[in-house]
C-alpha cells in the first residue's frame, strides 16, 4: 500500500483496529521516520484511547487505558542487543488481555510470538509517500487478512485510489474512477 501522508497513515490504522483482540501482537519495521508512532496513534484513535500516543524511544515502553482494549507500545530501538529486550522481561509484557505493538519489531523477529501481525513502513518517491507492507505471521492472521484488506479499502475508497495496486496504477472500475463517483466531475447536462 501507500500512504500519502500522516493522516492516511493513521486513517489506515484506524481501519486496522477492529480487527485487533487482546493478546495480538503488531511488529512495526522499517525506515527511521517513516510513520511508526503515527500508525499507533491511529490504532489508539481506532481503540477509543483519548491519551496523547508519542513514541516510547527513550521509555521504551507506554501502557494506554481507556480504550475498547489496553495498548502496550513498545520501542526497542535503542537496545542493542536482543538479550537486552529479553532482560527487561519482555515476555511478561505480552500481556494477553492487551494489544501490544512493537516498533522496530524486526529487530527482535525471533522473540515474538508466532502469530502476530509485521509491518514495514518505509520511504515512498516523495517526501510525504509511505510504502507500508502488511504481513501476517501464522494461521490467524493469515485467516484475518481479508477482512483487513476489505476494511482498508472501504476507509480508502473515497480518496479513490486502490492502495493495494503499485502506485500510479487504478484497475479498470475502481472507486473515482467512474460516472457517479463523488469525486468525479457531475455529467455536462447537470452543470
Known amino acids: 500500500m501507500e500512504s500519502r501522508s500522516p493522516e492516511e497513515t493513521r486513517r489506515l490504522a ?5 480487527l485487533l ?12 521516520g517513516a510513520g511508526k508512532t503515527t500508525f499507533v496513534q491511529g490504532l489508539a484513535v481506532g481503540l477509543g484511547i483519548r491519551d496523547r500516543v508519542t513514541s516510547p524511544s527513550f521509555v521504551l515502553l507506554k501502557e494506554y487505558l481507556g480504550g475498547r482494549y489496553p495498548l502496550i507500545h513498545m520501542d526497542v530501538y535503542r537496545l542493542e542487543r536482543m538479550q537486552e529486550v529479553v ?10 488481555s492487551h494489544i501490544v ?10 522473540l515474538l510470538p508466532k502469530e502476530h501481525l509485521s509491518i514495514q513502513m ?3 518517491a516523495a517526501d510525504s509517500r509511505r510504502e507500508i507492507v502488511l504481513q501476517p505471521r501464522g494461521f ?8 483487513v484488506r476489505v476494511l482498508i479499502e472501504e476507509l480508502f475508497s473515497v480518496v479513490g485510489d486502490d492502495l493495494f495496486s503499485p502506485p500510479g496504477e487504478s ?5 473515482g474512477t467512474g460516472p457517479g463517483h463523488p ?4 455529467p455536462q447536462e447537470m452543470l
Do not use: I, N
Open 14 to 18: 484506524v481501519a486496522l483496529s477492529p
Open 21 to 32: 483482540r487482546p493478546g495480538d501482537v503488531v511488529s512495526l519495521g522499517g525506515d527511521l
Open 87 to 96: 532482560d527487561l522481561g519482555y515476555d511478561e509484557f505480552l500481556d494477553p
Open 101 to 110: 505493538v512493537v516498533e522496530c519489531g524486526d529487530m527482535v523477529e525471533p
Open 122 to 124: 518505509s520511504y515512498g
Open 140 to 147: 490467524q492472521w493469515e485467516m484475518r487478512m481479508q477482512a
Open 171 to 175: 484497475p479498470p472500475g475502481s472507486p
Open 183 to 186: 469525486l468525479d466531475p457531475p
